[in-house]
């Protein structure tokens, strides 16, 4: 049986490191020895946001025999890109990297990520592209990465994750777009936190369940710092996708955040338009997981209640774990919106894919 | 239509609003620095009183922390809910296009022209040495 998503471009698909020491090679000799002295090449960095162990962190089948989940090239090739016939996927590292307290530390590591992901994986096979991995602590670091690395036109986005140590619109923060924004790149947010707050809003849950649940929650009030403090007004190209998401609390969210501002729209003045007009015209969701409703009909409705056929992206979220069975495409998804999801959205919101990558 | 005298000129200070009732309908007068002007006194909204709000100049901003205040005391903020309108016009500034509040034209007129009628005048003697502000309805 052809995938449904033959052809398709998977927007979120996550390599990770088989651990800290693939990287040395890519260090400078300072932070090479740096690196060594500390013992981090013993250590793998992996965030909280995502514990190998934990059942969300890789699908049973999608696990290698040894090694974190997205570790093994050949089979993320096989399960990933031959199993679904994707055309390209987009490569998201999460990494301890990205997070560090140390600014020098965390760009050095990232550094090491994006040359040894260029190496060890784009080199290696034609369908993948990558994220530019920055310390998203450090936004003229972060710059500086995106501006080392968008030569490389296989990096199609700059990588943040939605709940850092301060909310992502305010301004220290627009060096990361207004690079991005040169360089045609979309942010891409992914679910995670820096842990510098508790990640939800209302103190440190106990469990994983009350943590990724929240995760949601925090995209939403991401997206209203990126909208209020007026990203959108002053970088009018800029493209944000959310990754991993869930999608489907958008509607309600929308509906809150455009009442709102009706009645308190003097406070951001530089908003000339209703707020879900900016998110319809600049931001993306990439559909894994994707919180269904149990009904079709349900999802159709939500569909149009989102409002635009030109949000959605499709994604397989490999090798994580929604629960969702095989198929990464949700059950009912309206006939017509197929090509866009799976081809004309990611491209119209990835423009390098659509050209030849220069390197 | 009828021309309604609704109060005399020195009534209705600059930055201020009378709500008057013509045809058994709440009008509130409004004078924006001289100019008069009517708006119906229902929020297109959720039907609050809205020429009970407050009255205030209109924030903008061409970039972000670029701001602005343009066209002082020419916009309404609904009571109930924050909306804000633009006295001149009665459009909103969240949807323009789609809510705004009836307006109604108003004048400012010798008590002499007056005298010659026809005009409705309910609540207001019209002698010949005062000015008057009018509705048309």
């Given amino acids: 049986m052809t995938s449904p998503a033959a052809g398709a471009i998977d927007c979120d698909v996550h390599a990770a490191l088989p651990g800290t020491h693939v990287l040395l090679p890519y260090l400078d000799d300072y932070w090479r020895e740096h690196v060594v002295m500390r013992g981090l090449d013993h250590d793998n960095l992996n965030t909280s946001n995502y514990p190998p162990g934990a059942p969300i962190s890789g699908r049973p089948d999608w696990r290698p025999a040894k090694g974190d989940p997205g570790s093994d090239l050949g089979l993320l090739r096989k399960q990933a890109l031959d199993g679904f016939g994707t055309r390209f996927a987009i490569l998201n590292v999460i990494h301890g990297a990205q997070i560090m307290f140390s600014e020098d530390l965390s760009a050095a590591l990232c550094r090491a990520i994006n040359d040894w992901i260029a190496a060890e994986w784009l080199d290696r096979d034609p369908r993948l592209r990558a994220s530019i991995v920055v310390p998203i602590h450090s936004p003229e670091l972060a710059a500086q990465e995106i501006e080392r690395k968008a030569e490389d036109r296989r990096f199609v986005q700059v990588l943040m994750l939605a709940m850092a140590e301060m909310p992502l619109g305010r301004r220290a923060n627009w060096p990361i777009y207004r690079a991005a924004q040169r360089h045609d790149l979309p942010i891409g947010i992914h679910a995670g936190s820096a842990y510098r707050h508790p990640p939800t809003s209302i103190g440190w849950p106990s469990y994983l369940l009350e943590d990724y649940v929240a995760q949601s929650a925090g995209f939403a009030t991401t997206l209203s710092s990126l909208v209020a403090e007026g990203v959108f007004v002053e970088f009018p190209s800029l493209r944000v996708v959310l990754l991993e998401s869930g999608v489907t609390w958008l509607p309600a969210y929308l509906w809150r955040l455009n009442k709102t501002w009706r009645g308190i729209r003097a406070e951001v003045p530089w908003l000339d338009r209703a707020p879900a007009d900016y998110i319809r015209e600049h931001v993306r969701l990439t559909i894994q997981p994707f919180d269904q409703p149990p009904e079709q009909r349900q999802l159709e409705r939500i569909i149009e209640q989102i409002g635009s056929d030109e949000m959605l992206l499709f994604s397989t979220d490999y090798p994580h774990w929604h629960f969702d069975g095989t198929d990464a495409i949700p059950d009912g998804m309206p006939a017509h919106l197929m090509r866009k999801l799976l081809v004309d959205n990611p491209l119209k919101t990835y423009s390098r894919l659509s050209k030849e990558p220069v390197r | ?137």
């Fill in chain 2, 1 to 137: 239509m009828a021309r309604h005298v609704v109060a005399t000129l020195d009534e209705i200070a600059p930055g201020t609003c009378k709500i008057v009732t013509v045809a058994g309908r709440e009008i509130g007068i409004f004078n924006v620095a001289s100019q008069f002007y009517g708006l119906i006194n229902r929020c297109p909204h959720g039907g609050a009183p809205l020429c009970r709000g407050r009255i205030h100049g209109r924030m903008e901003a061409a970039a972000p922390g670029q701001y602005r205040l343009t066209r002082p005391g020419e916009m309404l903020r609904c009571p109930w809910h924050g909306w804000e309108f633009d006295i001149r016009t009665g459009q909103s500034w969240c949807d323009p296009d789609n809510v705004r509040v009836r307006s109604y034209a108003v004048s400012v007129e010798p008590g002499e022209t007056l005298a010659k009628g026809p005009f409705v005048a309910d609540t207001v003697s019209v002698t010949v040495d005062q000015h008057y502000i009018v509705v048309d309805l």
